[in-house]
């Protein structure tokens, strides 16, 4: 033997294999390893838990707003005109549309649009949802409402309650980042 002795054969037993020592130490280690697998993994069980049960609060994501207003021709109301209401989620390649009708006195109430989405809470991505209401009367077509709403908020469209008057009358114009027909109260 060249170097000394054959380090794979115990020198007190002179059997071959890990000293029990070694053994010991091992299995010491193992066990300890065994432990730590499973407290990282009880942990993870835990935070998934945690994760699904708080996601879907973090999953509420406000599409549309909720929209009130009235719509009036020569400063009269227009009862009965037919507001169609559009979205288009990016994020999941969603489209929806509502309608709904003005009152007598020429007003109308959309309720807000809500989705949920545990990926779309969990992952960076930039939210874009295109907006749309179109007024329906005497034949014609009217873009009421066009916008790119850029996050998830209640309100989050213009900061505020959307509140508008829509006069027929009145050409499309951009007021902020807002396209159409309606004046916002």
């Not at 730590?36 to 549309?64: I, Y």
């Not at 207003?69 to 994020?91: D, I, S």
């Not at 209401?133 to 989050?156: C, E, Q, R, S, T």
Request: aromatic share 8%; net charge neutral; glycine share 12%.
């Amino acid at each position: 033997m060249l170097g000394g002795p054959d380090p794979a054969v115990d020198p007190a037993t002179g059997n071959s294999g890990p000293s029990p020592i070694t053994r010991e130490s091992d299995l010491k280690l193992m066990n300890t390893q065994a432990g730590l697998r499973r407290s990282v993994a009880t942990g993870a069980a835990a935070l998934l838990v945690s994760a699904c049960q708080e996601g879907w609060a973090m999953g509420k994501m406000v599409l549309f707003s909720e929209v009130q207003g009235n719509v009036t021709l020569a400063g009269k109301p227009v009862a009965g005109a037919v507001l169609e209401r559009e979205f288009r989620w990016a994020w999941k390649q969603e489209t929806g549309t509502d309608t709904t009708q003005t009152d007598a006195a020429g007003k109308f109430r959309f309720q807000a649009i809500e989705r949920s989405s545990f990926m779309g809470s969990l992952l960076p991505h930039e939210p874009n949802v295109r907006q749309t209401i179109l007024i329906k009367h005497g034949g014609k077509v009217f873009k009421a409402w066009v916008f790119d709403k850029g996050n998830y908020l209640a309100n989050g469209e213009i900061g505020k309650t959307i509140v508008m008057t829509c006069r027929l009358e009145n050409e499309p114009a951009h007021q902020g980042d807002v396209f159409g027909i309606c004046e916002l109260r």
